[in-house]
């Protein structure tokens, strides 16, 4: 089959994983995959989109055959995730999330391709736990992962090294952790990132709590700080 993969931003963390590395997959499976190509759907047999950036009734008014997807849809992109013919997603929580939406969902593990590097292992004063991810997500870690960094802070000496895009989004200040129990270090995203900062690790973390949009009503609420 011959698909085409658009972006507007093909440098952010998502677009290297939904349409760079799945590109390169299509074509090891012996498909054809075009980056990019925002005039010509009539030579394509599927378009996928970064959410985003579709506009599905366009395309399908245009080229009424043609098979459209979104990748990563969001809560801000639900008529695109409606509009679609699949969605690509991220885990089984992000499927049931818009499965009402649209019942074809694919589950694409959006993990990006790195060199392999070998973990560094060296006496520490502390324990580095990591997390890599969005700002949005660590907005809502106050309820969860935060209170449990604390706690395990009192009983070991760690620290949490937070990689995120600190330079577009701002640094992360709501619901951190203490930083008596445990220091957090906010560490900037970039495609090397991976290789920079995973090697000396120890433990990582996935925060699984729905984020917090709406940071400022949740400060005016008292919900955390």
Same mark, same amino acid.
């Given at each position: 089959?011959?698909?085409?993969?658009?972006?507007?931003?093909?440098?952010? !963390? &998502?677009?290297?994983?939904? *349409?760079? #590395?799945? =590109?390169?997959?299509?074509?090891?499976?012996?498909? +054809? /995959?075009?980056?990019?190509?925002?005039?010509?759907?009539?030579?394509?047999?599927?378009?996928?989109?970064?959410?985003?950036?579709?506009?599905?009734?366009?395309?399908? !008014? &245009?080229?009424?055959?043609? *098979?459209? #997807?979104? =990748?990563?849809?969001?809560?801000?992109?639900?008529? +695109? /995730?409606?509009?679609?013919?699949?969605?690509?997603?991220?885990?089984?929580?992000?499927?049931?999330?818009?499965?009402?939406?649209?019942?074809?969902?694919?589950?694409?593990?959006?993990?990006?391709?790195?060199?392999?590097?070998?973990?560094?292992?060296?006496?520490?004063?502390?324990?580095?736990?990591?997390?890599?991810?969005?700002?949005?997500?660590?907005?809502?870690?106050?309820?969860?992962?935060?209170?449990?960094?604390?706690?395990?802070?009192?009983?070991?000496?760690?620290?949490?090294?937070?990689?995120?895009?600190?330079?577009?989004?701002?640094?992360?200040?709501?619901?951190?952790?203490?930083?008596?129990?445990?220091?957090?270090?906010?560490?900037?995203?970039?495609?090397?990132?991976?290789?920079?900062?995973?090697?000396?690790?120890?433990?990582?973390?996935?925060?699984?709590?729905?984020?917090?949009?709406?940071?400022?009503?949740?400060?005016?609420?008292?919900?955390?700080?």
């Amino acid at each position: 089959m011959n698909f085409v993969l658009n972006t507007a931003h093909p440098d952010s !963390a &998502a677009a290297l994983v939904c *349409i760079q #590395g799945l =590109a390169r997959q299509l074509l090891a499976q012996g498909h +054809q /995959a075009t980056i990019n190509d925002w005039n010509n759907y009539g030579r394509y047999d599927v378009a996928i989109f970064m959410a985003a950036d579709a506009d599905c009734a366009a395309v399908r !008014a &245009a080229h009424p055959k043609i *098979i459209i #997807g979104v =990748a990563d849809p969001k809560p801000s992109t639900e008529r +695109q /995730a409606r509009e679609a013919d699949f969605c690509i997603v991220s885990s089984i929580e992000q499927r049931e999330v818009f499965m009402p939406l649209n019942r074809n969902q694919f589950i694409y593990y959006m993990i990006p391709d790195f060199e392999a590097t070998p973990v560094r292992h060296a006496a520490k004063e502390r324990h580095r736990i990591v997390y890599h991810g969005n700002k949005v997500h660590l907005n809502g870690a106050y309820h969860g992962l935060v209170p449990a960094l604390n706690e395990l802070g009192r009983k070991y000496p760690i620290q949490f090294d937070v990689i995120y895009n600190i330079e577009a989004l701002g640094r992360w200040t709501m619901g951190r952790p203490d930083a008596g129990l445990c220091p957090t270090r906010d560490l900037q995203w970039h495609p090397d990132c991976y290789k920079t900062y995973f090697a000396d690790a120890d433990i990582g973390v996935v925060q699984n709590l729905m984020p917090w949009r709406q940071e400022g009503l949740v400060r005016r609420l008292g919900v955390v700080s």
